[in-house]
């Protein structure tokens, strides 16, 4: 099985004592094993791992949204276009960038009581599931099928379901 080529660039806030280029890997491969579509490695992804302000100014600016969010998802291809390259073997170039911001990432993690280093993983995987054409946004079903692949691509790197709630 392949994977998206991910092309990173990580800042220096999120430090070096793990190994971000190899966690990103491992969370795309594993979601290619869940989303065939996304399986070329011939598919190029750009990655950004920067701090919440460079986050805050790219989400005001594309999206109107004046705060920084955890990640920013920006697709080349749309669903329709996914599909039909992975349906003819021919996949195109580049699939999309995404951008994780570290301060928001590091809190949330906190908030839920897992590691950066899962969330982080959970939001690359997120971030793919929205350059292969899902949107959550779209409604609760959408928003469902979204999350049963987060788990299914979780669950091969042996990470927790993150919707599970908690009693």
């Known amino acids: 099985m392949t994977a998206p080529t ?3 660039d990580i800042d220096p806030v999120w430090g070096d004592d793990v190994d971000w280029e190899a966690l990103a890997n491992r969370a795309a491969e594993a979601t290619a094993k869940i989303v065939p579509e996304i399986a070329h490695e011939n598919l190029l992804v750009s990655l950004v ?4 302000e460079e986050v805050h100014a790219l989400n005001k600016q594309w999206r109107a949204k004046d705060k920084p969010t955890n990640v920013l998802s920006f697709p080349m291809l749309s669903r329709d276009e996914v599909l039909v390259a992975a349906a003819s073997q ?9 951008i994780l911001a570290h301060g928001v990432c590091a809190r949330e993690a906190e908030e839920k009581g897992v590691s950066v280093e899962t969330h982080a993983t959970h939001l690359v ?4 599931l929205h350059l292969a054409g899902y949107d ?3 409604g609760e079903a959408e928003a469902e099928k979204m999350e049963d692949l ?3 691509s979780l669950a091969l790197m ?3 379901d993150p919707y599970a709630v908690e009693d």
């Open 49 to 52: 791992m920067a701090d919440d």
């Open 90 to 98: 021919n996949a195109p170039g580049m699939l999309g960038d995404m």
């Open 6 to 8: 991910l092309e990173i």
């Open 150 to 152: 987060e788990r299914k």
């Open 125 to 128: 995987v997120h971030g793919l």
């Open 136 to 138: 959550h946004e779209l």
């Open 158 to 160: 042996g990470i927790a």
